[in-house]
């Protein structure tokens, strides 16, 4: 399915819950990535810690430049969120500080990677969080090389406020970079404003809402047992469903992704940590 890139305002929180809970709920194979410049806290949080050495997309980062190793060490950076299947994976994102330095340079190298994956054997979607997209040094080319933006808000004004500034960001740096129109939607999490006002007042489509479900986002960012049947985990399962309609219809109509083919990539086995669904 390609990349789906999940991305939130300033004052507005919640992409890496919003990401975390899709990710635990995917039918296809996925990649998780972690591409906040300020940060991953999955490692951390949701896993507890739980590994014997670095691992991530700044360990990646270094390789890369040190001795261009993306393609050999990728596989090796990766957690098994449903180990030993290797369905559900993530890409943890920078712990030290130090090293958003040396991710920033690469994001068009990691979003050319990315989508590659599409077509690997076997194939992985890759879900990309981005964070917020305040944060300096923001990961443009992963935007661009999205076949769905999920612009995340919550459903109060001042988020509503800072989401429609960040919008008009976005689709102005789309359509500079002659990415297809319909790229973009919005994620809503939350009670507050209605669906409707919120996509009539930020002009853009709503692709689904997410509830408030403060028991489960506990646990996705702290650790413990994830449970299917809460209210967060049915609405982000569910969540594939308009993200795929949506990849479908644009395909059809604008013969997505282009002419260039990526290459293929094959995936070796994956160091596993469990995360329980």
Request: with cysteine.
């Amino acid at each position: 399915m390609a990349i789906i890139a999940l991305v939130s305002a300033k004052g507005s929180p919640g992409v890496t819950t919003a990401a975390l809970a899709a990710a635990l709920s995917w039918h296809r194979r996925l990649v998780l990535a972690e591409c906040d410049p300020a940060g991953g806290s999955i490692l951390a949080g949701y896993l507890g810690g739980a590994l014997d050495g670095p691992r991530g997309i700044g360990e990646l980062a270094v390789g890369e430049l040190r001795d261009g190793s993306l393609e050999h060490a990728f596989w090796s950076q990766l957690v098994d969120l449903d180990a030993p299947r290797r369905e559900r994976l993530l890409l943890p994102g920078v712990v030290d500080p130090a090293q958003a330095g040396s991710v920033i340079p690469l994001w068009q190298r990691f979003a050319d990677y990315f989508t590659g994956l599409e077509r690997g054997e076997p194939p992985y979607d890759v879900l990309v969080d981005c964070g917020r997209l305040a944060v300096g040094g923001p990961p443009w080319p992963l935007l661009r090389a999205a076949a769905v933006v999920l612009l995340v808000t919550r459903a109060h004004l001042p988020d509503l406020s800072a989401t429609r500034a960040t919008a008009r960001a976005v689709e102005r740096d789309l359509t500079e970079h002659r990415v297809p129109p319909g790229t973009l939607r919005l994620l809503v999490v939350g009670d507050g404003h209605g669906t409707s006002e919120i996509s009539k007042a930020l002009r853009l489509p709503v692709i689904a809402r997410l509830p408030h479900d403060p028991r489960t986002a506990e646990v996705l960012a702290h650790g413990g047992t994830v449970r299917a049947n809460r209210p967060l985990m049915r609405a982000a399962g569910a969540l594939e469903v308009p993200v795929r309609a949506l990849l479908d219809r644009r395909r059809a109509r604008l013969a997505w992704p282009g002419t260039t083919t990526p290459r293929a990539v094959t995936a070796p086995s994956v160091p596993g940590v469990s995360g329980a669904v």
